[in-house]
């Protein structure tokens, strides 16, 4: 007598005959299994319960398609064949989330989003997305760093900041902190030990008020620093080589999900589109939407000025109507941050570039950092901030800076793009935004 095989685990679909049920079976061991029932007298049983089945291994009947080449029969007449029910789900379990669930349903019952099969593919691809960013820097010799949640300085601007209580030497006297907006400043502080280039993927935190499909309260963050970047040609290059890196990866980690998510051509026609990326400067894109009517002001056709900054609405239709990737380069030096060097030609502009995508918007803000110590100061200066509170970062310049520019990559902006989902939120397991905190 052939010994019977135990399979654990949850029962994906149910499907009765006259004298038969069939089951699939998603065993613990991560595959799916036929399970036929013979016994007529089945426990009362529902989709998601988890069960423990013990059952004759039979060869699959022709026709039949399942990931083994057997299945499982179960019979009251074969001794020692048993079918239990370890945990009953609710017979409305699959209904709470349906697969065309509106984005409001979506929220609401994010604990059953879990269980859908096309949701299940796509945090499949997140976590292949983290490999790939992984994988990339790790070819170029770069030290993941794990870089603090909890910050004593802003970075990235104070209308964004996440403000706490951290716990001081004294347990009356807390200390004001924050949490952290960006990871750079820990990166470039590793950066002149461990040489070349040092990366991390991190949550950051922003306090945005917007509720917009690419915004989050809480993101995954994917940011570097390179050393010895002597240009901004050079840290545009940096750029390509790293989305195509990354892109690369990620197609060879995520083929099978890509396939079965019939995303696996437009990530590969995005590979392509990175490499064809385009470079324009800041001005170039004003000018550009001055001649493609895309205004500041839609209803007054008021176009934009040379120094104004272009938002979301309309730097996704420029780049939409531009239909390539766009290296964005050379802003007006009052709507970025401090840290970003001047542009030795214009000094009125930074050596920043944004990697603006179609139908996303921009997915990387970057830049060359500042190296002059005079001027870091007065620019802290200048941004109401005190120069005491950067001690660390201003000493980086003393102490044989090593001429660096680095990137911040915004995660689910990039899986949005990849996969072309609407908003963020699908992008996420657990988005954190205005009013939304569950579960
Ligand atoms: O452009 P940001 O603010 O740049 C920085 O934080 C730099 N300190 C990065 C660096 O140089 N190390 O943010 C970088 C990227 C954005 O391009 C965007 O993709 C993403 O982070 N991002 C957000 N994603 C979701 N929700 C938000 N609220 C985001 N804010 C920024
Ligand atoms: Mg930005």
Redo the contacts with the bound molecule.
């Keep these: 007598v052939a010994p019977l095989t135990t399979v654990i685990g949850a029962v994906m679909t149910i499907r009765s005959g006259k004298k038969k049920t069939f089951l699939d079976v998603r065993s613990r061991d991560g595959f799916s299994v036929q399970v036929v029932c013979l016994t007529p007298e089945l426990p009362r049983l529902t989709v998601q319960s988890y069960v423990r089945i013990v059952g004759k291994q039979c060869a699959l009947p022709a026709g039949v398609y399942s990931q083994q080449t057997y299945e499982i029969q179960v019979s009251s007449e074969v001794e020692g064949s048993s079918f239990s029910v370890l945990s009953l789900a609710d017979e409305d379990t699959t209904q709470h989330c349906p697969p065309d669930a509106s984005p409001a349903v979506r929220l609401d019952q994010r604990l059953f989003l879990f269980r859908d099969p096309r949701f299940i593919l796509t945090m499949r691809m997140i976590d292949h997305l983290s490999k790939a960013f992984r994988c990339h820097f790790r070819a170029i010799g770069s030290v993941e760093v794990t870089p603090p949640s909890f910050t004593g300085v802003e970075?990235?601007g104070g209308a964004t900041l996440f403000k706490l209580d951290h716990p001081g030497r004294s347990t009356t006297e807390p200390v004001p902190a924050f949490l952290t907006?960006?990871s750079?400043f820990a990166?470039e502080y590793v950066l002149p030990g461990v040489g070349k280039c040092c990366h991390c993927l991190a949550p950051?935190f922003?306090a945005?008020h917007s509720l917009t499909r690419?915004?989050?309260?809480e993101?995954m963050?994917g940011?570097c620093?390179w050393e010895g970047v002597m240009s901004m040609d050079e840290h545009v290059q940096h750029l390509r080589e790293m989305l195509v890196g990354i892109t690369s990866f990620f197609l060879r980690l995520a083929e099978k999900e890509l396939v079965e998510y019939g995303a696996f051509e437009r990530v590969r026609k995005i590979l392509v589109d990175i490499q064809g990326g385009v470079t324009l400067t800041h001005r170039e894109m004003i000018e550009y939407c001055r001649t493609h009517d895309i205004y500041k002001d839609e209803e007054k056709k008021e176009h934009f000025g040379d120094r104004d900054d272009v938002p979301e609405k309309q730097e996704r239709a420029f780049v939409d109507s531009v239909g390539k990737v766009v290296f964005l380069t050379h802003f007006p030096r009052e709507f970025k941050?401090f840290y970003m060097a001047l542009d030795p030609v214009d000094p009125s502009y930074v050596l920043g570039c944004?990697v603006l995508v179609p139908t996303v918007g921009?997915?990387?803000?970057?830049?060359v950092r500042e190296q002059d110590f005079e001027r870091l100061t007065q620019r802290l200066v200048e941004a109401g901030l005190k120069p005491d509170d950067y001690r660390e970062y201003l000493a980086l310049r003393r102490s044989g800076f090593r001429m660096t520019s680095?990137?911040?990559?915004?995660m689910?902006?990039l899986l949005c793009w990849y996969l072309e989902i609407f908003s963020?939120r699908d992008a996420t397991a657990f988005p954190r935004f205005p009013g939304y905190l569950r579960p």
């Design positions: 970075c990235e907006q960006s750079q990166l950051s922003r945005e690419r915004h989050l309260t993101f963050h940011e620093e941050s944004d921009e997915v990387v803000g970057s830049g680095g990137m911040g990559l915004g689910g902006r963020i």
